[in-house]
């Protein structure tokens, strides 16, 4: 009998094991730590694709279960006063610093990640993040909470972002905050990054608004959706917390539940040769410097049928692919700091953005992270805290600090 439980236990520590070990590039440290996190993460994944098999639930939905478990009070502390509140009927959360200032203070507008699906101002990460922020800066920060699909689709996440950053860059709003309106930027991180690029870039032909950003940061953003056969697609489809086929998803979702969109994505048959002429703003054997290029042979996105970009114009819309607008939309953008990562799908996105932004003339901070995954940002408290999380935030705050 005992024997017989022990093989039980060996089969189960074994089927573990394999459940756990993912290879990863040397070059991440703490891999231990970083499979546990994925593996929690593949397990929602697959628990939520469960769901959706069994007609129980969107996919999305149970995903959004699962991150409202990460929720938490806006609750505030010995240095930053946290409230919730609406902007012109959108939810944010707004961090105020309780250090005295004699001058007017700093501002960031803040849209967290979770591919337009997921996610939310409230979640401990994102609301760790705005504390430290509004902390360390003495600054002002206002976290958005978006409508999300699979509830509402592009143009909305885009349009509630926009309505925040609207609303906040009146001149009463700014005095009520005692907020200097030369001092304030834009950022967010993946999904949240691509938000923060299309409202800079939108903002500068509105001419409701006059106050002019000062910066915007951009952290492991997504920014088209043209190719997804980049060479940071294809080498990272299956790394650390962001896999191919999840971002091809939420790339889909954020146009539309019909879930043909996603299929012809993932095999980069979604666009069509009236759209061609957008192509060179995507074209990474143009854009990409040879570290990245490596040996990998340049495809270009097979043309399909006309259906999808004539359905879903999003896909070719710069206000949800902000690297497919034209030259002239990016020169007078304001000063910008861009992360990317190398085992990241969305590293080549942030990498031709950089390139594209320097050429334009806009002066850019570019830190790429040989030893980094997508999402590693968030890990920065106890027991989860990864030292390139920490490193990560250090520099994002030093250069806000610096630059805003
Ligand atoms: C408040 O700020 C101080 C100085 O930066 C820091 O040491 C302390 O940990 C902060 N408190 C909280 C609760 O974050
Ligand atoms: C992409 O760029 C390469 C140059 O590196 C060029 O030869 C190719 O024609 C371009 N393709 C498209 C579709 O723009
Ligand atoms: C994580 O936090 C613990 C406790 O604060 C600390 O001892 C440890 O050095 C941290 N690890 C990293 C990688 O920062």
Redesign the pocket.
């Known amino acids: 009998m005992a024997s017989l439980k022990l093989l039980y236990l060996a089969i189960a520590t074994l089927l573990l094991a394999y459940y756990l070990y993912i290879p990863l590039p040397d070059s991440i440290e703490e891999g231990w730590k970083v499979r546990l996190i994925d593996a929690t993460f593949r397990t929602f994944g697959h628990a939520a694709g469960l769901a959706e098999l069994l007609g129980l639930k969107h996919y999305m939905e149970v995903l959004m279960l699962m991150t409202s478990a990460e929720y938490c009070a806006p609750i505030s502390d010995e240095n930053v006063t946290v409230t919730d509140t609406t902007f012109n009927n959108v939810p944010v959360r707004v961090y105020l610093p309780r250090q005295e200032s004699r001058v007017l203070r700093r501002a960031v507008i803040y849209f967290h990640g979770g591919g337009w699906c997921v996610g939310s101002a409230a979640m401990k990460p994102y609301d760790l993040l705005s504390r430290m922020t509004s902390g360390r800066l003495n600054a002002v920060v206002i976290s958005a909470d978006y409508r999300l699909a699979p509830h509402v689709h592009f143009p909305t996440q885009f349009e509630d972002v926009y309505t925040v950053v609207k609303f906040f860059l009146q001149k009463e709003v700014l005095a009520q905050y005692a907020v200097d309106p030369e001092r304030i930027g834009v950022s967010g991180d993946s999904a949240g990054g691509n938000l923060a690029a299309a409202v800079a870039q939108q903002l500068q032909d509105d001419h409701e608004i006059t106050v002019q950003l000062k910066i915007q940061a951009l952290l492991y953003p997504a920014l088209q959706s043209i190719d997804m056969d980049t060479p940071s697609y294809r080498e990272n489809a299956y790394m650390p917390l962001l896999k191919k086929r999840l971002m091809v998803t939420f790339w889909s979702e954020y146009f539309t539940t019909d879930k043909s969109l996603n299929d012809a994505m993932s095999t980069n048959t979604h666009i069509t040769l009236e759209s061609?002429h957008l192509?060179?703003f995507a074209?990474w054997?143009?854009l990409l410097p040879k570290e990245f290029k490596k040996d990998h042979v340049?495809r270009?996105p097979q043309h399909g049928t006309s259906h999808f970009v004539n359905k879903f114009p999003g896909i070719l819309d710069p206000r949800a692919a902000p690297l497919l607008a034209d030259d002239d939309k990016l020169r007078n953008l304001p000063r910008s700091y861009l992360v990317t990562c190398m085992h990241d799908v969305l590293r080549d996105d942030g990498v031709m953005y950089a390139a594209r932004l320097k050429k334009a003339g806009v002066h850019i901070v570019h830190d790429h992270y040989d030893d980094a995954f997508h999402g590693a940002l968030f890990f920065t408290e106890w027991p989860l805290n990864l030292s390139i999380g920490h490193r990560m935030v250090n520099r994002y705050i030093d250069w806000l600090d610096e630059n805003l």
């Open positions: 061609s192509i060179k074209n054997s143009m340049y270009k």
